[in-house]
Structure formats: structure tokens, C-alpha cells
């Protein structure tokens, strides 16, 4: 059974760090895209940061220079590395795998791709 679990998020001050996590259960994370999404209150889930198969990565525009997404293969852990926080970064960050075909060539960080969720973890940023 596939299952993605976040941790990591909590409450911080603008400028701080935070380190995401997704553990993957049921399936080999490394034989898929992943991707990390967030979504705001009353606005929709934007994709922030993906990583396919051979670990090429995308981000968005907003996200680029601060946010860095790895994988531990061995631990079939995804993590999103956020610095210089901002409050609109707030939002709940969710974990998603794109399950279709092993081998995931390019990352993508549309969300309509991916296929499995997570329930997603919290982060807040004040000023």
C-alpha cells in the first residue's frame, strides 16, 4: 500500500529554516517522480519543487535560490530544504508521487501528474 507521511513543518520567523520531510512506504520513491506542493488559505495547490529518477530537479519561480528538494534512497525518504522563509510562504506543504511508469524522466511540478498524496504538514511564517 502506498503512503506518504510528511513532518518537519512548524511556526517560524521570517528568515528562518525549516527541513521537510516525506517517508514513503509501499513503493520505491527512486523509481518515481516526487514532488513537494503547497497550498494557502483560498488559493489553489501550487507545485514548488520536483525530482525525477536520475534526481534532476524543477522549482518554481517563487521558490528558486531558497528551496531544495533531495531524496535518500536509502532511507525511500524526500526531504524540501526551506531557508529564508517569508511569511507567503505559509501555507500546508504536501508530499505527492507521480506512480505511473518506473523510471520517472523529468521532473514536474504540476500537480494533475501525481497520483498519491500525503495529509501534509503546516508551515507558518510571521513577520
Known amino acids: 500500500q502506498v503512503r506518504l507521511v510528511e513532518s518537519g513543518g512548524g511556526s517560524v520567523q521570517a528568515g528562518g529554516s525549516l527541513r521537510l520531510s516525506c517517508a514513503a512506504s509501499?513503493?520505491?520513491?527512486?523509481?518515481?517522480?516526487m514532488g513537494w506542493f503547497r497550498q494557502a488559505p483560498g488559493k489553489e495547490r501550487e507545485g514548488v519543487a520536483s525530482i525525477d529518477s536520475p534526481s534532476g530537479t524543477r522549482y518554481a519561480d517563487s521558490v528558486k535560490g531558497r528551496f531544495t528538494i533531495s531524496r535518500d534512497n536509502a532511507e525511500n525518504t524526500l526531504y524540501l530544504q526551506i531557508n529564508g522563509l517569508k511569511p507567503e510562504d505559509t501555507a500546508m506543504y504536501y508530499c505527492a508521487a507521480r506512480i505511473r511508469v518506473s523510471w520517472c524522466i523529468g521532473p514536474s511540478i504540476l500537480s494533475n501528474e501525481y497520483n498519491y498524496w500525503g495529509q501534509g504538514t503546516q508551515v507558518t511564517v510571521s513577520s
Open positions: 509501499g513503493f520505491l520513491s527512486r523509481l518515481y517522480c
